[in-house]
């Protein structure tokens, strides 16, 4: 059963790198950067409006969206989770440090669809809510969205180094177990000592996080998969892939790249050696055929199965 839902998962995601070859110019460039600009901007306007009237403008409200409010469903993405300034300013170092990392290793394009599919799912799940129950459930920041981008670093390079509060330096792994416990702790907060209605809405905000973890899954969840399989289960699919007729797929794949005046192309970005001479280009012997990488995708990408 999880090997059909990871053959899924690894299909959907050629789609959409397929998607993205056929439209390079798809895409918000550094679209972290403009989150983290648009959140301190909502930020600073916030510290004057005791009120809070201008934030409570911008969050998710189901109620108000479905009578004309559009602009909700775009604008909860810029407020700022935690009013604390020093863990703001972390935080939004951290967003646009894995964010930008994201985009370079995946390309503007995939990136785009990853964080506004993550933007669409939550507020689709808020209205679902809102319409089964009757009680509406606010998304007041995309924190959890942005949270699941530091499962997505993990899963591409759980290895990586990086300094928490520029100080103690942690794995990305373990970084992102401790988000999951965040995650884990935030969903038993919110339960535990409800009862009625009063638990109907708990319930309502508790799911918001597995929103996030669901986007995540989409898009990370063949190599997460690939990884906590055992590894005699993945010896044997590499061997399937390898017993693929190599030489027929690189006999096809050099003649159409001979007729379309270029030697080596990514599979994943689309560049050539022809418009990028001095970027370097390796093929990968875990995909089914013959399909060649740059330098900054060989490894990370999703693997052709057929």
């Not at 507020?123 to 499962?151: D, E, R």
């Not at 280009?281 to 995708?297: E, L, N, V």
Request: hydrophobic letters at 50%; a positive charge; one cysteine or more.
């Amino acid at each position: 059963m999880i090997g059909r839902e990871v053959i899924q998962l690894r299909f959907l995601n050629v789609k959409i790198d397929s998607f993205c070859r056929k439209h390079p110019r798809f895409g918000i460039p550094r679209l972290m950067l403009c989150v983290v600009i648009g959140t301190l901007a909502v930020y600073l306007v916030a510290m004057m409006d005791r009120t809070q009237t201008f934030v409570n403008l911008l969050t998710f409200d189901p109620w108000n969206f479905c009578r004309g409010q559009v602009w909700r469903l775009v604008t909860y993405v810029f407020v700022p989770y935690n009013g604390n300034v020093l863990m703001m300013a972390i935080s939004l170092y951290f967003y646009y440090f894995i964010g930008s990392s994201l985009e370079r290793a995946w390309g503007t394009g995939k990136f785009t669809i990853y964080y506004l599919t993550g933007v669409v799912l939550t507020a689709l799940y808020a209205l679902v809510y809102y319409w089964i129950t009757g009680i509406p459930v606010p998304v007041s920041s995309a924190y959890y969205l942005n949270m699941s981008l530091f499962f997505a670093f993990a899963t591409l390079w759980p290895d990586q180094m990086v300094l928490l509060f520029f100080i103690i330096p942690v794995k990305m792994k373990w970084l992102a177990w401790a988000d999951v416990a965040l995650f884990a702790v935030d969903f038993i907060r919110l339960l535990v000592g409800t009862r009625g209605i009063v638990f109907t809405m708990a319930l309502g905000f508790a799911l918001i996080p597995m929103v996030a973890v669901v986007n995540y899954l989409l898009f990370c969840g063949s190599w997460l998969f690939d990884i906590v399989r055992p590894s005699r289960v993945r010896q044997r699919s590499h061997q399937r892939a390898r017993t693929i007729q190599f030489k027929q797929a690189a006999k096809k794949a050099e003649a159409q790249q001979r007729q379309q005046g270029y030697t080596r192309k990514c599979a994943v970005c689309g560049r050539t050696d022809r418009d990028y001479p001095d970027l370097e280009f390796r093929y990968c012997s875990r995909c089914a055929g013959f399909h060649c990488f740059c330098i900054d995708h060989i490894n990370n990408h999703v693997h052709f199965t057929e």
